[in-house]
């Protein structure tokens, strides 16, 4: 490893040169790829630095507790004990540092919940976690976008909802998310008091490139009619919704939450475009575990990540057996805790694969 890692050094000071090469400071295209390399090593090095550090301060106080006076060795001797613990945490930091990246992490994503088993209450509980997840959203200072939302019945609910959530590293943070999400509560409706329980679903798909997914008109059919939901004046006077369906896959994406057909069509073919990319990656993935079929599920209330029950105010992550009693507050967009230790188990399952 450490041999990995001064060879990542060497680079990052080349890399350095050239960023301040008038050349290259002068081509942007050329200027831009290898900052984005820079910045993509930047963390491993500076951190192999300060483990470099640490190991020169350990062999040093080594030294001294061989030839040092009784004074110096007592100071030696203590502070080796807090350079070790140091040491070994900066190890498995690297180590982490260094495992393959999935390159969608610094990715924007498309969010999209829908309801399963339930009914109605499942329609309600789709609010509920669009709400959370723009509340989370909006704690971290990033922006949030309805793409497409379809309304059921007269009590706020939603079939589903689509959203867009922009930031650099949106996909490595949210990705965890994609599953079946189980809600244990007293519908409003309920009048003898039962508890009932309804699924949600919610797939976390990474935005992808013109580039990468390059769609043939040819293979669209395009229908635009009357918007059906909120909107505003022009909704059910102007053909502005937008369904685009592509053919060789039997894709189908609409949207209708703007009120200009272009924008509505532009959405949809951005949606388009993450959903063939998670199809192509599925395809290429031998284990297809990112799958959007496997990320959701059937919808079927007995394929859970996650329960949120009403009653007793927890929610439990089933994947990483965590409960959190504080339901109202992760309602509320603070499911961080839920993220990072997801985030910190599946780094632990890719390093025990690493080490096999």
């Not at 909006?138 to 059921?152: L, T």
């Not at 797939?203 to 013109?210: M, N, W």
């Not at 009357?226 to 039997?250: C, E, K, M, Y």
Request: proline share 3%; charged share 30%; hydrophobic share 35%.
């Amino acid at each position: 490893m450490l041999e990995k890692l001064r060879e990542i050094e060497k680079r990052y000071e080349e890399l350095e040169q050239l960023l301040s090469d008038p050349a290259v400071i002068g081509d942007y295209n050329g200027y831009k790829k290898y900052g984005k390399e820079h910045s993509d090593i930047s963390d491993v090095v500076l951190t192999y630095r300060q483990y470099e550090k640490t190991r020169l301060q350990l062999d040093e106080n080594r030294e001294l507790l061989k030839e040092g006076d009784e004074e110096l060795k007592a100071l030696a001797k203590e502070e080796n004990s807090q350079l070790q613990e140091k040491l070994e945490a900066l190890n498995r930091e690297l180590t982490v540092l260094l495992l393959p990246k999935d390159p969608n992490d610094e990715r924007n994503v498309f969010l999209e919940i829908r309801a399963g088993t339930g009914g109605e209450e499942a329609s309600l509980f789709v609010a509920d976690l669009f709400r959370m997840y723009a509340r989370y959203a909006e704690r971290c200072g990033w922006k949030v976008e309805v793409v497409n939302s379809s309304q059921s019945g007269g009590m706020g609910g939603f079939k589903e909802i689509v959203l867009l959530i922009e930031w650099k590293a949106a996909y490595g943070r949210l990705k965890y998310e994609s599953g079946v999400h189980r809600v244990q509560r007293v519908p409003v409706t309920e009048a003898q008091g039962r508890i009932h329980t309804s699924a949600v679903t919610v797939a976390v798909l990474p935005e992808a490139e013109e580039v990468e997914v390059e769609v043939d008109p040819n293979d669209l059919r395009i229908d635009v009619y009357r918007s059906t939901g909120h909107g505003g004046q022009s909704v059910n006077t102007t053909d502005s919704a937008v369904r685009i369906t592509h053919l060789p896959t039997g894709l189908v994406v609409t949207c209708q939450d703007e009120k200009s057909q272009h924008k509505n069509r532009a959405k949809a073919m951005k949606v388009l475009r993450a959903r063939l990319l998670d199809q192509m990656r599925a395809e290429q993935d031998a284990s297809i575990s990112q799958t959007r079929k496997l990320q959701v599920g059937s919808g079927d209330r007995s394929e859970r990540i996650r329960t949120y029950n009403f009653p007793q105010g927890r929610v439990t992550d089933h994947r990483v057996n965590l409960t959190l009693y504080n339901l109202e507050d992760i309602l509320d967009g603070a499911i961080q805790p839920f993220i990072d230790t997801l985030i910190t188990h599946y780094q632990a399952e890719a390093l025990k694969g690493a080490a096999r």
